[in-house]
């Protein structure tokens, strides 16, 4: 008994001596407050070929929502098949999505998100990538539509995983106030790392939501 104590112990001391160094992420699941109400949501299954705006499936507040790929380059975003089923509602089937083209590292993908009449927001998208698509995804967002900032956000990057892995990606402004009740409000999405300036590959958004609640 002691013999088998002793080796355990071994172990547990090998085991640790060897994960101490490593910067291991865990992210922790956001628990969307049970008063919110979808607000917006693209599911892009109608998206055909090239897009310069994109308004959404669903929306709450109209005639304010939409996703551009701001800046210069040869860049752009379209329709394709090839959706996914995380994060989408109504039972909607997995058809198509959004690719954002290199070369992305010239461009900007933009949220235009108003929050009048709502708080406590939370975003959520799927993800994923192509082989050469940006390995790197850097958040901030305005609440003046103009000046962008990472103030009081959890998550400020992303590395997407390559497909067909999927990620439920979670950006929860529901402690940020100043984006209660916001018509500017907007969230920006920068590509980085090398893959951003290839001539070929993309990011793959898919089933995007925003909901909070209510203001009484």
Not at 48 to 69: H, K, L, N, Q, R
Not at 83 to 106: F, W
Not at 129 to 145: E, K, M, P
Not at 158 to 185: A, K
Request: aromatic content about 10%.
């Amino acid at each position: 008994m002691r013999k088998k104590l002793f080796y355990l112990a071994l172990v547990a001391v090998i085991f640790t001596a060897c994960t101490e160094d490593r910067s291991i992420e865990v992210e922790k699941p956001i628990v969307i407050d049970p008063a919110s109400e979808l607000i917006y949501y693209w599911n892009f299954n109608t998206l055909v070929g090239t897009a310069t705006s994109i308004t959404p499936d669903f929306e709450a507040i109209t005639g304010t929502a939409s996703i551009t790929y701001d800046g210069t380059g040869d860049g752009y975003m379209d329709g394709d098949i090839g959706g996914y089923t995380i994060n989408a509602r109504n039972n909607d089937p997995a058809e198509s999505l959004l690719k954002v083209r290199n070369p992305s590292n010239t461009r900007k993908l933009v949220f235009n998100l108003s929050t009048i009449g709502y708080k406590k927001v939370v975003l959520q998208f799927a993800l994923s990538r192509s082989n050469n698509g940006a390995t790197v995804q850097n958040y901030s967002y305005t609440i003046d539509g103009t000046n962008y900032i990472t103030t009081g956000l959890s998550k400020t990057s992303h590395n997407p995983t390559p497909d067909p892995l999927v990620d439920l990606i979670s950006i929860d402004f529901s402690s940020i106030e100043t984006v209660d009740d916001n018509p500017n409000f907007k969230l920006q999405i920068e590509f980085a790392g090398d893959a951003a300036a290839n001539l070929t590959g993309n990011n793959r958004f898919d089933n995007v939501t925003l909901e909070g609640i209510p203001l009484l």
